[in-house]
């Protein structure tokens, strides 16, 4: 049974830092993505690694955020400097389905951030 564990959120002011975590059990992945949701809105692409081991950040968070890995581990990490009020949402660790899981994708129970000003 797969499961992804996010962990490390919390509260903290404006220009602060935190580093999320997500312990992935079950299987393991070569795609791996972060997403984020405030409190009325769609959930949102935030980070993430391709099957090729690239990475990819939304705009609003280059140069802020580095989503990192440890395949020993089997673990995904974000870690988020500068941190802004309008960061505040709850982040969800995803695998995008793959070739045995299709149409199957896994999603974390996610991590509250909030982002005082």
């Known amino acids: 049974q797969v499961q992804l564990v996010e962990s490390g959120g919390g509260l903290v002011h404006t220009g602060e830092s935190l580093r999320l975590s997500c312990t992935i059990s079950g299987s393991t992945f070569d795609a791996m993505n972060w997403y984020r949701q405030a409190q009325g809105k769609e959930r949102m692409y935030v980070a993430g690694?391709?099957?090729?081991?690239?990475?990819s950040y939304a705009d609003s968070v280059k140069g802020r955020f580095t989503i990192s890995r440890d395949t020993v581990k089997n673990t995904l990490s974000l870690q988020m400097d500068n941190l802004k009020p309008e960061d505040t949402a709850v982040y969800y660790c995803?695998?995008?389905?793959?070739?045995?899981?299709?149409?199957?994708?896994?999603w974390g129970q996610g991590t509250q951030v909030t982002v005082s000003s």
């Open positions: 690694f391709n099957s090729d081991g690239e990475t």
């Open positions: 995803h695998a995008p389905p793959t070739a045995t899981s299709w149409p199957l994708d896994y």
